[in-house]
C-alpha cells in the first residue's frame, strides 16, 4: 500500500532558527512530490513541486530534498519567522496523478 | 491568473439533508480533483476528471455522493443523504497534465 508519514505531528521553534520537516512515503517509483502549506481555514497553497529525476528544489527561505532510494523528502525552512506557522502537507504522485497526502506538520514559530 | 474557485465557502446542514459543491479550476487545466479532509487529517481523494471522463473514483463513497464535470470545465460535488461522518473540508484542485496541483480554498462543510 502507497502511504505518505509525516512526524512530528507538531512542532514548535523559536523565531530565527532553521528547521525541517520530514515525509516519508513506502514506494519509491515515484512520479513527483509536493510541499503544501495550509493556514486554518484555509486551502492548500503549493510550495515546492520536486519531480523524480530532482534532488532539491529551492524557492526563497525554503529548501525541498528528495531521496528515492530512501524514501524520504525534507523541507528546510531558514531563519523562522511568525507568519511561517501553519500546516505543513507532504504529498506524493506515485505516477497514477493524484497525490497521495500525509497527515501534516503543524508549525508554530514561537516570537 | 484566476486560481481554483469554489462555493459555497461554508455550509451547515441537518444529516440526512443534501448539499452541493461547486468548483471552477484554473482555465485550460484538464485534470481536476476532489478531496475530503476530515479535521486533523491529510486530503483524501474522492473523485479524478481529466476533461470530462472520471479517471478514479475508487474511494468515493457512490451510495451518497456523486459527481460531475460538465463540459470538461467547472465540476459539481454532491452529497445525498449527509451523514454526521461527512463533516469536513471538501477541496477541489486542478493540474495541467501529472503537474503540479493547485488548490481552491475549500468548503467547509457541518453537518448536525
Known amino acids: 500500500k502507497q502511504e505518505v508519514t509525516q512526524i512530528p505531528a507538531a512542532l514548535s521553534v523559536p523565531e530565527g532558527e532553521n528547521l525541517v520537516l520530514n515525509c516519508s512515503f513506502t514506494d519509491s517509483a515515484i512520479y513527483n512530490l509536493q510541499w503544501f502549506r495550509q493556514d486554518p481555514g484555509k486551502g492548500l497553497t503549493s510550495l515546492l513541486l520536486i519531480q523524480s529525476s530532482q534532488r532539491e528544489q529551492t524557492s526563497g527561505r525554503l529548501n525541498a530534498s528528495l531521496d528515492k532510494s530512501s524514501g524520504r523528502s525534507t523541507l528546510y525552512i531558514a531563519a523562522s519567522q511568525p507568519g511561517d506557522s501553519a500546516t505543513y502537507l507532504c504529498?506524493?504522485?506515485?505516477?497514477?496523478?493524484?497525490?497521495?497526502f500525509g497527515t501534516g506538520t503543524r508549525l508554530t514559530i514561537i516570537p | 491568473e484566476a486560481g481554483v474557485a469554489q462555493s459555497p465557502r461554508y455550509k451547515i446542514i441537518e444529516k440526512r439533508q443534501s448539499v452541493a459543491f461547486w468548483c471552477n479550476p484554473i482555465s485550460g487545466h484538464a485534470t481536476l480533483y476532489w478531496y475530503q479532509q476530515i479535521l486533523g487529517q491529510g486530503p483524501k481523494l474522492l473523485i479524478q476528471?481529466?476533461?470530462?471522463?472520471?479517471?478514479?473514483d475508487s474511494q468515493l463513497p457512490k451510495d451518497r455522493f456523486s459527481a460531475e464535470r460538465l463540459k470538461g470545465v467547472d465540476s459539481t460535488l454532491k452529497i445525498q443523504p449527509a451523514k454526521l461522518e461527512d463533516s469536513a473540508v471538501y477541496l477541489c484542485?486542478?493540474?495541467?497534465?501529472?503537474?503540479?496541483?493547485?488548490f481552491g480554498e475549500g468548503s467547509r462543510l457541518t453537518v448536525l
Open positions: 484542485a486542478s493540474s495541467f497534465w501529472a503537474g503540479e496541483l493547485f
Open positions: 504529498a506524493v504522485n506515485f505516477g497514477n496523478e493524484k497525490l497521495t
Open positions: 476528471f481529466q476533461n470530462n471522463g472520471v479517471v478514479d
